[in-house]
């Protein structure tokens, strides 16, 4: 029923949804329209919070389908250089870059080796946030940024009880009319499980960081942290 109603008021963005996309390309255009296209502007943040540019060595950890990847990959510029990294290969372009299939709580660089990192989505998703968050402080040149977006758990209870409505009335239903139930149901308890953005500010202070700062975006729904070694 939803898709419906969202078909009615955005038919270009269910049209684009009627080729025939693989899983990920699916996830990708399902994002767009679940998003209203936001994601792409909070990728954009992401990438511009992380202080990459032209020339710069940069890592995209948990990369999944890419679009953070190919955005930092223009910020850099051909004279810089892109790595990638996840735990399974899900990219279908973006070949002229280097793609590593790895784990981001041993990430297999050399100590002070990347001018720029980002991580869109993953953090969350990590059984060890903090060795995750060790082993980015330990590759990063010193001055240089991470810059992390995910989903934000809010301290606000008008927020939460919005995002969880979204969730539960609009992303899961949606998302099942395309097959794609499973991959959007777990949303709701790994929010409610991850930290909060002053916690995540404290994890980071702690690990060595010498500045942190959580930003909240898309009206509290995602949040962003930007932290200096
Ligand atoms: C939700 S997707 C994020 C996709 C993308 N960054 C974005 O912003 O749309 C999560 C990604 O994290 C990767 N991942 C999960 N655990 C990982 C780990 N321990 N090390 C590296 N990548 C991991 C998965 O393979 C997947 O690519």
Redesign the pocket.
Known sequence: MYASVLALLFPYSICFLCFSFSNSEWKWKL?DLLSLGLHRSW?RMCISWSGAKKGDRAL??????G??TFLLSQKVGLQGEVRL????S?LHFLCHLEWIE????NLPFPDCYFDAIT????LR??VDRQKALREIFRVLKPGSKVSI?DFNKSTSNLVNTAQEWMLDKVVVPVASNYGLSQEYEYLKGSIAEFLTGKELESLVDEIGFSKARHYEIGGGFMGNLMATK
């Not at 995209?60 to 389908?65: A, E, H, R, T, V």
């Not at 990294?85 to 399974?88: K, V």
């Open positions: 994002n990728k995209d950890l948990c990369c999944g389908s679009d953070l990294l996840a735990a399974s899900e790895g784990d981001a709580l991580m869109g989505y993953g998703n990590l977006l």
